[in-house]
């Protein structure tokens, strides 16, 4: 028995895989709200490197890893693909389950495969400061981490019901060197007018990011930095996919599923990308995004360009989206919150080539709690909506007497999220989802922008 597959440093992948190089379909542009025409690379100087700005529009099917992202990457790289034994014995399934464990990480999640990149490529640039947002706290800390590998400053606008649920990310962040303040924040004009409104505001991944997009165009020598939704994080996070063909190949596998949670899509991209090319090439398999059904973006949210934050600062992007004024109910402790899922995963849905479902808070949670009962690893809460889902197919596979192979990102720990459990152990968790009537409201305003195609 093989409980996990380790890759050694040397077969780490030394390229990231691009999927615009393979789609179907070409990605609809980002508009200027303005004019509504395609932006072009320049407008995005202001608040991004040029070295990023050119990935983000590459559609070379390979980019090289700098030497130096290697070696940072390496601190915990390859990541082991375990085999879920006990899980598949206590479900008592056919299925074979793998997951990838991205929690080995300092920061404990997939994070900071990308933030390690884009502290480099800011650095190399001549950046000396970043700005960003986080929502449950893990894009925070993996970019504090990363910071501090490269030598740069760093001020995080974490969403404020996260910032009081889970002081330790904050602690995190300050460890190597970030600052960190709760956000609406009363240092941006974006923040100011929420935070006067109500100083206790629970914020959003929208406002918070108008903050931190905010600070990186009037401070000087800051650039802004996204732990999802761009097509360079996407890039980034493909190593765990490619190194997980590498490993199922070591074990005479293949999968039948690949399941992934997604909020912003970076976790999910990172996992699929790799299979799904497969599959544009003819192979035959199932790609499943997992979501909350309190931010229902793929499974509810119509296709339609929207801004990425609330203060309507970015060019309009293509996605799925319950519109930018969303703000997640208090009781939402699983993260995955963010109005819109990244423009080549909404691609990919609109193309047929994933499939999208919802689950809900509580079940979610005790799908955790059945895979640290079993596996032993305690997961992060936007994990379990993976979980959730790999346990529904995972029994669909027993009904059916089918000796299924699915592969799961374990997209981080939740060691630090143990204040949810607590919630959800002490009967304090209750379930919420989104209903149609506050998402056409939410979506009312888009109808004045074009369609994408």
Known sequence: MNRKTILSEQDMPRAWYNIQADLPNPLPPPLNPATGEPITPDMLSPILPMNLIEQEVSTERWIDIPDQVIERLLMWRPTPLYRAYALEKFLGTPAHIYFKNEGVSPPGSHKPNTAIAQAYYNKVFGTKRLATETGAGQWGSALAFACNQFGLELKVYMV??????????????????GKCVPSPSPDTNAGRKYFEQNAEHPGSLGIAISEAIE??????????SLGSVLNHVMLHQTIIGLEAQKQLAMVGEYPDMVIGCAGGGSNFAGISFPFIRDKIHGKEIKIIASEPTSCPTLTKGPYVYDFGDTAQTTPLLPMYSIGHDFVPAPIHAGGLR????????????????????????????????MFARTEGFIPAPETNHAIACVIEEARKAKEEGKEKVILMNWSGHGVIDLSSYDAYLSGKLEDYALQDEEIAKLVKDLEKYPKPR
Do not use: C
């Open 160 to 177: 404020r019901v996260s910032f009081n649920q889970k002081p330790y990310r904050r602690i995190m962040m300050e460890t190597w060197g």
């Open 215 to 224: 600070d990186a165009v009037t401070s000087k020598d800051t650039k802004y």
């Open 338 to 369: 963010y109005h819109g899922m990244a423009p080549l995963v909404s691609r990919l849905l609109v193309d047929g080539l994933i499939e999208a479902r919802a689950y809900s808070q509580l079940e979610t949670f005790a799908a955790g709690l």
